[in-house]
């Protein structure tokens, strides 16, 4: 007339495990995750160009963010801090100086004129950088609709 199963000792330990505390951690860790993903970009937030399929080219410490954003005139930074257009060639040229095999990734504003662009990728050839990227979005197929449609 017990609670036990299998005829043992009235004191035998059962050794069911309980998962509703690491279901639960879990949850919770994955609701974190989903929050704090988007909050993770680098640097200045600017609203990226978008393209078909963007080149993955892996992060390292040889990379330099330089950043366009939209204002009028545009603003420059390197990595989060700003420069004054008349500063910003001499801060590449020290930058070139001090670590030539740096990579230089352009993170420009979609709403910028491509000069704009253009000029800052001039800026970097004539500081002497070869290895210089854009970043761009991948484009949602809803967004390529609307494009082919209009």
């Not at 909050?39 to 609203?47: E, M, Y």
């Amino acid at each position: 007339m017990g609670m036990g199963g299998g005829g043992g000792s009235r004191h035998s330990v059962q050794s069911d495990i309980n998962v509703t505390p690491l279901v639960d951690v879990c949850l919770v860790l994955l609701i974190i995750f989903m929050v704090v993903t988007p909050l993770l970009q680098k640097g200045i937030p600017i609203q990226l160009p978008t393209t078909d399929n963007p080149g993955k080219k892996p992060e390292n410490e040889k990379q330099k963010l330089i950043t366009i954003e939209w204002a009028t005139p545009p603003k420059y930074y390197i990595g989060s801090k700003w420069f004054p257009k008349e500063d910003f060639q001499k801060e590449l040229d020290e930058l070139f100086q001090r670590s030539p095999a740096t990579e230089l990734v352009i993170k420009a504003d979609q709403r910028l004129k491509y000069g704009d662009v253009k000029e800052v990728m001039k800026m970097t050839k004539e500081a002497g950088f070869q290895d210089v990227g854009l970043i761009t979005d991948k484009r949602t197929t809803g967004t390529a609709a609307k494009k082919t449609a209009g």
